[in-house]
T-cell receptor
Framework: EAGVTQFPSHSVIEKGQTVTLRCDPI?????LYWYRRVMGKEIKFLLH????????ESGMPNNRFLAERTGGTYSTLKVQPAELEDSGVYFC????????????FGNGTRLTVT | GDSVTQMEGPVTLSEEAFLTINCTYT??????LFWYVQYPGEGLQLLLK?????DKGSNKGFEATYRKETTSFHLEKGSVQVSDSAVYFC?????????????FGTGTKLQVIP
């Protein structure tokens, strides 16, 4: 089966610009997660979708971040306007619908805000 | 809330040396424990897991034992290879509202030199 795919793999933007990250989960996976790793720190949870609904968005840093999952398939994470501290690697993961099903991660998008 | 603490890196070892990366956790529930690995240029991959006390997870020569009494899940390998150079993340998964939430440590970079 195809894995979780994310694009772009890298993005370099200037402060104040907008960036949209995309994640395509494994087909049939109801759960979709976004995580972020700022340089040298832990991988932090951002939010969790179950199908098209936001189950938990307690990790979203502020209202400059907007995540959507149209039709319960792919998801986008938009940062608008981007700030320097938003730089990091954004990971997407998906899992099947049952509790404790393993998470499958994408390769991540490395975002650099200059 | 849940948290994971792992030893800071980087860790530099010679090939065939013994590896230990310490990991301790705090959790309100009864979590599952994981080690993920990120090889250069790749995404996060599940290395091994343990779902209950005294379980031992193992894969690719790596092992970790779920120690409830010491809340630890230390990663070990008897003889490391250059190809093991990567960043290793300890993580726990707890059920929150019926859905699993994964909490990661900061990651430990391992460099194995020939």
């Amino acid at each position: 089966e195809a894995g979780v795919t994310q694009f772009p793999s890298h993005s370099v933007i200037e402060k104040g610009q907008t960036v949209t990250l995309r994640c395509d989960p494994i087909s049939g996976h109801d759960n979709l997660y976004w995580y972020r790793r700022v340089m040298g720190k832990e991988i932090k949870f951002l939010l969790h979708f179950v199908k098209e609904s936001k189950q938990d968005e307690s990790g979203m840093p502020n209202n400059r971040f907007l995540a959507e999952r149209t039709g319960g398939t792919y998801s986008t994470l938009k940062v608008q306007p981007a700030e320097l501290e938003d730089s990091g690697v954004y990971f997407c993961a998906s899992s099947q619908g049952w509790a404790n099903s393993p998470l499958h991660f994408g390769n991540g998008t490395r975002l650099t805000v200059t | 809330g849940d948290s994971v603490t792992q030893m800071e890196g980087p860790v530099t070892l010679s090939e065939e040396a013994f590896l230990t990366i310490n990991c301790t956790y705090t959790a309100t529930g009864y979590p599952s424990l994981f080690w993920y690995v990120q090889y250069p240029g790749e995404g996060l991959q599940l290395l091994l897991k343990a779902t209950k006390a005294d379980d031992k997870g193992s894969n690719k020569g790596f092992e970790a034992t779920y120690r409830k009494e010491t809340t630890s899940f230390h990663l070990e390998k008897g003889s490391v290879q250059v190809s093991d150079s990567a960043v290793y993340f300890c993580a726990l998964s707890d059920l929150t509202g019926g859905y699993q939430k994964v909490t990661f440590g900061t990651g430990t970079k391992l460099q194995v030199i020939p």
